[in-house]
């Protein structure tokens, strides 16, 4: 006796190039631990460790803004270039010291809030 079903057809899944996602299409979670996990899997990751600041960081920003400094002096206020080197010298010398302990002083705030919020769970 001849088949009287026709045989269900799988969906074509491949593209017009011939490629073919090995990887099956993610519908519904099939529970709610499942529905979690991939929520969890789509968080953005966590930010960086917060490291303590270092003069090697404190001396390239501190080159950085002294070299933007000396620069818009010679180009947008028209000075004279030995002084505005000599100025962004003296900049320099100023920025690194300064930042550095700027940043150490944030650095203690967040790990004593850090240290606050761990002992209160």
Do not use: H
Request: proline share 7%; net charge positive; charged share 30%.
């Amino acid at each position: 006796m001849a088949q009287t079903r026709k045989k269900r057809q799988r969906k074509r899944r491949g593209t017009q190039g011939g490629r073919v996602d090995n990887r099956p299409r993610s519908g519904r979670p099939r529970s709610r631990e499942e529905a979690k996990a991939r929520a969890r899997s789509r968080r953005k990751p966590a930010p960086q460790q917060d490291l303590p600041p270092t003069w090697r960081n404190s001396l390239l920003r501190g080159v950085f803004a002294a070299v933007i400094f000396a620069v818009l002096l010679i180009l947008i206020f028209k000075k004279a270039i030995v002084p505005s080197l000599l100025f962004g010298a003296f900049m320099l010398v100023f920025y690194v010291p300064a930042g550095y302990f700027v940043d150490m002083a944030m650095w203690r705030r967040r790990e004593r809030a850090r240290i606050r919020a761990r002992g209160d769970q």
